[in-house]
């Protein structure tokens, strides 16, 4: 009677030589990561906020889209709603790349140390925000709220496999409607912390909102591209098919464009008004070499993606979506790049130890995805809108 | 209902019963076929006394100039802006709905899409009239708010966000209207093939503009349909964002704040949907559209409005936690002026209205009370009209300089064409409702149970 009965999985491992790659890139990345700290701790650190904050985003981002599928009662994502499920896990390596940024603090923010803060008006009025002990206890708050929702949300979906019980979609939705707007605060606050207080005199009221709105393309991108390139390898189901793919493409158009809108938005206003007190952050990423990788921030986390999807039939291609979701996810490592390091350096820098924090960044990616696959479904088998997931027609 | 667990292996329909196709046309064109009840000529006498409060002040205000009204330094701004932003809000449900929700295959959408849009339209003309008599002199207006070759020796300002509103609202004005007609022109059909006199069937045969329901016509009016939602959605948000411009790209403290473009077009869905559903309450009823307009669309507005108020909610937050973050004393100050200042009862007014009421709507008691979703809705309307009071006016009244610090007192004139927009609007309502089908019925028939290829069967037959 009911949609599960009639969906066999075929229970696959992912394939072995993925699987291999993603051990392989974790501990290049590892070692790369070691040498880095070993040869220049304070640039290592900053390469460590971009990693840190990059895995953050496809971490939450995808929480974020587990609460949306429910809440909003969508049916076309459903069947691949378990990839979500899976890249959440992330969490976990998102608290372990805070460590040794908690132990370089000192050589990272310019306000944790007190003589600055004593010589320096504007930052004492923001000590009771920025301050070592609050900014540690804030990132317990968040780590928290992410990851109960989290594991509540993976719970029910997961025993819904086995008990097929439709109250767990209900709860689920219940919570799904707690989580968005404290997830909406929680990483507002995230980004400003590791991000914005970088540059402690800077401020913006739409940070929050660039962050959060580049986290949920970051994650769709990193969906679409599992999703596509397991499809493709008989992973999912015969049915799903190009209006599926449709979907995903003309999500991640949308939102990559609404991220636009946003990065443009911040950029526009700050420009015009050219108040001396906001204007420096984008001055400095507008000379010694920074205005390229500004340039290429357009170029790659929109327009390039944005010819790429427009058309209704680029948005069904499974090698279009590959190719804009990998150019999404790099540009998005380019785009925490440019929000950190000109903290660090007057001028783009590029050496090993960039590259340390990408290769452990998606090498753990695939890991912690394959070593889900390995234990759980890759299709929520019970879930009651599997069945119309799969019939889904545009 | 609410205590068993909904069956989430069905899709749910979006209106009640199995009308035939013929049904749904009869109920949809009964307001126009019949004579207009009493109660319509009492909303009409109304709604045009008040429009004729708005021209008389009109009036005043041509002969007089702009000295009426109650703006002065350092208030420069008052009611004129203040009801142009309420209204251009006003004029975002519509759009949103039929494009935005349209691209995001929302349903539930078809029902109410038709007089949504039109409130667009006739919010947007009442938005307009405040822009072109803050002018002062409209008629020379033309000059430098079109570029065009002209003899006083007057260009455009293009550096102005207040010019690229003249585009933006009047792009979103033809865009709009453009995709309403297409999406009655079906309806005009039916409307024609209905037709029991001379008039109607020569007026709805030209405004049908030949369409006999082939198949070749479908294909492209879906295609249209479609292209024109891919247009009109960036416009739903590039109208708010360049209103929210106006004042964002200024250096006034509260003024100029980056989250302002999304903000301001999250509040903007936020009051056309208030509007929308308080104009819905009361069709719905007087038209007997309850099988049509279900409580599941009505609850689907409110979550909107929770989620929306609630985005409107942030925004204030993060403005007051960055007003103080930034460690700007003009700014901080400003914001604690607002809050309690002189006018605190704006504030706080708007932040009931906007943040605190709408979280009612938590409550699916609430959400499904016609009442209480009326009620709510105005008190959203009222929120967002002094959300915009307290941005311009608050802001203003206290500048830099503490000896040139002022209040601001509107008139009774200000108050005049804010009751004449009123006046105007509902007119334009209780006109669009009488004249023309207020559901579209060409698009309902497409989510009747069983009109899905793939449809798996409601308990209903195929």
């Known amino acids: 009677m009911s949609a599960h009965e009639s969906i066999i999985i075929p229970k696959k491992e992912l394939p072995a030589n993925i699987v291999k790659l993603g051990w392989a890139l974790t501990v290049i990345g590892l070692v790369l990561v070691v040498l880095s700290y070993v040869t220049d701790a304070q640039r290592a650190g900053f390469n460590n906020i971009i990693g840190f ?13 587990i609460a949306i599928e429910y809440i909003a009662g969508a049916v076309w994502s459903t069947p691949f709603r378990r990839v979500l499920e899976f890249l959440g896990m992330l969490l976990v390596p998102v608290v372990l790349l805070a460590i040794p940024i908690f132990l370089n603090f000192h050589s990272l923010y310019h306000w944790s140390h007190a003589d600055v803060v004593a010589a320096d008006k504007v930052l004492q009025s923001k000590s009771p925000y920025l301050n070592e002990q609050f900014f540690a206890i804030r990132f317990v708050i968040y780590i928290v709220i992410w990851s109960l929702f989290y594991f509540i949300f993976r719970h029910n979906s997961l025993k819904q496999d086995k008990d097929n019980d439709q109250a767990r979609t209900k709860k ?9 707007p404290l997830l909406a605060i929680s990483i507002s606050l995230f980004s400003i912390d590791w991000l914005m207080s970088l540059e402690p005199h800077w401020f913006s009221t739409m940070f929050g909102v660039y962050y959060f709105t580049g986290s949920i393309v970051t994650a769709l991108a990193v969906t679409t591209y599992f999703v596509v390139l397991l499809s493709e390898r008989g992973y999912f189901f015969k049915g799903i098919n190009e209006n599926h793919y449709y979907s995903f493409g003309a999500l991640l158009f949308g939102l990559l464009s609404f991220w636009a809108y946003i990065a443009f938005s911040q950029f526009m206003l700050i420009w015009y008004a050219n108040l001396p007190e906001e204007n420096f952050w984008f001055i400095t990423r507008w000379q010694n070499g920074w205005e390229y990788v500004s340039v290429a921030i357009v170029l790659f986390h929109f327009w390039i993606p944005y010819f790429m999807l427009v058309s209704r039939p680029s948005k069904m291609k499974p090698r279009v979506l590959k190719q804009s979701a990998a150019i999404l996810i790099a540009a998005h490592f380019l785009d925490m790049y440019w929000l950190v390091m000109p903290t660090y350096s007057a001028s ?4 090993y130890y960039e590259i340390a924090f990408p290769i452990l960044s998606i090498g753990l990616i695939i890991v912690v995805f394959a070593m889900q696959a390995k234990k759980y479904n890759l299709v929520p088998v019970g879930d009651p809108k599997l069945q119309r997931g799969i019939d889904f027609h545009l | 209902m609410s205590s068993t667990v909904l069956d989430y292996s069905k899709e749910l329909s979006v209106i009640e019963g199995l009308p035939s196709a013929a049904t749904l046309d009869e109920m949809i064109e009964k307001p126009i076929n019949d004579f207009p009840q009493r109660r319509w000529f009492i909303g009409l006498a109304i709604t045009g006394t008040m429009l004729m409060i708005g021209v008389v002040s009109l009036t005043w205000l041509l002969w007089k100039g702009v000295g009426v009204w109650g703006i002065n330094q350092p208030v420069a701004w008052g009611f004129d802006v203040v009801n142009f932003v309420f209204w251009v809000g006003i004029g975002h449900a519509g759009t949103l709905i039929s494009a935005i929700l349209f691209l995001f295959r929302q349903k539930w959408r078809t029902g109410i899409a038709r007089f949504a849009e039109a409130m667009t339209l006739f919010a947007v003309l009442c938005a307009v009239q405040f822009v072109i008599f803050h002018t002062g002199r409209p008629w020379l207006a033309m000059a430098w708010l079109f570029p065009y070759p ?26 709009s209207a453009v995709f309403w007609y297409l999406g009655l022109i079906p309806d005009f059909a039916t409307l024609r093939d209905r037709a029991t006199t001379t008039i109607k069937k020569v007026t709805f045969s030209i405004l049908s503009l030949g369409w006999r329901f082939s198949n070749r016509h479908w294909q492209h009016y879906e295609r249209a349909y479609l292209i024109m939602a891919g247009f009109a959605t960036p416009l739903v948000l590039s109208v708010h964002t360049i209103v929210s411009f106006d004042f964002a790209v200024s250096i006034i403290p509260g003024w100029h704040t980056t989250i302002f473009p999304p903000y301001f077009v999250a509040g903007a869905i936020f009051s056309g949907f208030a509007m929308v559903q308080n104009v819905l309450i009361i069709t719905r009823k007087a038209f007997k559209f309850e099988t049509l307009i279900t409580m599941d669309t009505i609850e689907k507005m409110n979550k909107i409005i929770l989620v929306t108020g609630t985005i409107v909610g942030y925004a204030y937050i993060m403005e007051f936690f960055i007003a103080w973050y930034s460690g700007n004393a003009t700014e901080l100050f400003v914001f604690v002026n607002r809050a309690f200042g002189p006018y605190w009862w704006a504030y706080w007014t708007m932040m009931t209205c906007n943040l605190f009421t709408p979280q ?16 709510l809705a105005i008190f959203v309307n009222i929120g967002m009209w002094f959300e915009r009071f307290v941005i311009i006016v608050t802001s203003l009244h206290r500048d830099f300089l503490p000896s040139s610090w002022g209040m601001f007192v509107p008139t009774m004139w200000d108050f005049g064409m804010l009751i004449g927009s009123f006046g105007l609007f509902f007119t334009l309502v209780l006109l669009f409702v009488k004249f023309l089908p207020a559901i579209a ?3 309902i028939k497409a989510v009747i149970p069983g009109a899905q290829p793939t449809h798996h069967g409601n308990g209903a037959s195929h």
């Open chain 1, 53 to 65: 904050t990059f895995l953050a985003s496809v971490a939450v981002g995808a929480v974020f889209f």
């Open chain 1, 172 to 180: 689920n939705i219940g919570l799904a409607a707690a989580f968005i």
């Open chain 1, 348 to 351: 783009p820098v590029f050496s």
């Open chain 2, 150 to 175: 002209n003899q006083h020796g007057v260009w455009v300002n293009f550096t102005s966000p207040l010019e690229w509103d003249v585009f933006a609202v009047n792009t979103y004005f033809i865009v």
């Open chain 2, 360 to 375: 009612l709507f938590w409550s699916k008691k609430i959400r499904t009370s016609l009442l209480a979703s009326f009620i």
């Open chain 2, 441 to 443: 019925m060409a698009e």
